[in-house]
């Protein structure tokens, strides 16, 4: 079946670092692939999104490219901030199929 | 326009009590979705739903857990004699019928079993 395989943490980077966490994804088909964050005791917030192939996604500094021979959807940030410290979660789905099927999660911390 | 409604935010049963967890979906929009997410994992889905229709509950345990989603009212989760295993954050997505991959989240309801 699909799944998604994400960058173990936890991250730990300090302020104004470059942020990469990884994320592969198996699946048949073309899914469409997602960045979901979420902050302390709240739920998921949709951060960025690609929908196919070559596609990039982003949002608040964050930026994420679709690459289909490499099945990956890395997520990236140039300079990252104490409010950027969060749960980061990939996820895919599939037209026809709208679950959303999602890695483990990488939490981030980012210290000042 | 109110995000994802989820009520009650803690929930607190005691084993072989019944658990009811509630989801208002955004305005306009007509598909829901649970997500279970155990300690320290990811989130798992478990069923969706549009008004009055079950459309996929693959993700569904086989015994004790039910939903529905009615002409009229929220999305009812429901888990029949809880047990400590069921210990998780409970989540609510939905989205609208044209826009059904973009999933909004609410804040989930987080049972504890004793």
């Known amino acids: 079946g699909d799944s998604v395989t994400q960058m173990e943490g936890p991250v730990t980077l300090s302020e104004e670092a470059f942020l990469t966490i990884n994320c592969t994804y198996t699946?048949?088909?073309?899914?469409?692939l997602f960045w979901y964050v979420q902050y302390p005791g709240e739920g998921l917030q949709l951060l960025l999104k690609?929908?196919?192939?070559?596609d990039k996604g982003s949002n608040k500094g964050f930026e994420a490219t679709y690459r289909k021979e490499t099945t990956s959807f890395h997520l990236e940030k140039g300079s990252v901030q104490v409010s950027d410290s969060a749960v980061y979660f990939c996820a895919l789905s599939k037209i026809g199929n709208e679950k959303l099927t999602f890695g483990t999660g990488t939490r981030l911390t980012i210290i000042p | 326009n109110a995000g994802v409604m989820q009520n009650p935010r803690h929930l607190v049963r005691r084993r072989g009590q019944e658990a009811r967890l509630r989801c208002s979906p955004m305005k306009g929009h007509s598909h829901v979705y649970w997500y279970r997410q155990l300690p320290e994992e990811g989130l798992k889905f478990m069923v969706y739903l549009q008004k009055e229709n079950i459309i996929d509950e693959s993700g569904m345990p086989k015994e004790r857990f039910s939903a529905e989603f009615p002409k009229e009212g929220p999305s009812i989760l429901r888990i029949q004699q809880v047990v400590r295993g069921d210990s998780a954050a409970y989540f609510c997505?939905?989205?609208?019928?044209?826009?059904?991959?973009?999933?909004?989240f609410g804040p989930g309801t987080r049972l504890l079993v004793l």
């Open positions: 997505a939905s989205s609208p019928p044209a826009q059904s991959e973009t999933q909004y």
């Open positions: 690609a929908t196919k192939a070559d």
């Open positions: 699946a048949t088909g073309y899914p469409s």
